[in-house]
């Protein structure tokens, strides 16, 4: 029985219901990121036992292996990540401006089962056979449309949310627009998936190192022309 339910935790996707899964990506201005996955596995914590996940927290504390918490029946885990498979990451230099361009193709749930394998496993909760859910492919419509009438069905819970390095101009994810605060925006995860789009953001801010070379240039400019109009003209002869 514990096999099977860890094997349903393990899955990229939850699909019973009361199952929630969220995502949470800080991007870095070189591109860089952090990403945050947090899993609430409370319908499972009568067949687990109730001390079950006392040697999970007890490593995320004293392991530096790990960045990873438990709170009650939730476990959230920090994986490190840089622009590649799963998603990509332009800068834009402007004269005013610095634009910043994130699309995130996939979620990197193969990175987080492995981590939550090894997890278990070092906690002798579950012993770990070397396998991992497959990444989530937010560009496959045929397995997307597939898992998203199971999601629906059970009203689970996904989404992800996005803090970029500077105040966001623009989201979205095909017709998914949600909406964004400053530097931060949240999709559905689900509604993402059936649209099978990749969720792209962007955000901008001032180029202040163009900014104060373009004031230096300003000011002098201004003084010259004040030094030129203060010059005293020569008396004719």
């Known amino acids: 029985m514990r096999r099977f339910i860890f094997a349903l935790l393990l899955m990229s996707l939850a699909v019973h219901a009361g199952i ?4 949470e990506q800080t991007v870095k ?3 860089s990121s952090v ?4 899993m609430d596995i409370n319908l499972f914590a009568a067949e687990l036992g109730e001390n079950a996940l006392e040697g999970v927290s007890v490593i995320c504390n004293e392991s530096q292996a790990y960045t990873c918490s438990v709170e009650g029946d939730r476990i959230s885990m920090s994986e490190s990540f840089s622009a590649g498979p799963y998603y990509s990451f332009k800068t834009e230099y402007g004269v005013f401006n610095i634009d910043y361009t994130l699309v995130v193709s996939k979620v990197p749930t193969d990175r987080f089962s492995r ?4 997890l278990l496993d070092e906690a002798d909760i579950l012993e770990s056979e070397g396998e991992s859910s497959e990444v989530l492919d937010l560009l496959d419509s045929e397995t997307n449309s597939e898992a998203v009438g199971y999601l ?3 009203d689970s ?3 992800y949310r996005i803090i970029m390095p500077a105040p966001i101009t623009e989201a979205h994810a095909g017709n998914v627009t949600p ?9 559905d995860l689900v509604d993402v998936m059936a649209e099978s789009k990749a969720m792209t ?8 190192a163009n900014m104060i070379i373009i004031g230096a240039i300003l000011v002098l400019g201004a003084l010259a022309l004040s030094f030129f109009k203060e010059r005293p003209k020569k008396k004719g002869k």
Do not use: H, P
């Not at 990403?35 to 947090?38: F, H, P």
């Not at 981590?115 to 090894?118: E, F, I, P, W, Y």
């Not at 909406?179 to 999709?187: D, L, P, S």
């Open 20 to 23: 929630a899964q969220s995502y």
């Open 201 to 208: 953001v962007k955000s901008s801010e001032l180029n202040m």
């Open 35 to 38: 990403i945050v996955k947090s």
């Open 29 to 31: 201005r070189d591109g």
């Open 157 to 159: 819970s996904l989404s």
């Open 115 to 118: 981590t939550l394998d090894q």
């Open 152 to 154: 629906r069905r059970f």
């Open 179 to 187: 909406g964004f605060n400053g530097n931060t925006v949240q999709f």
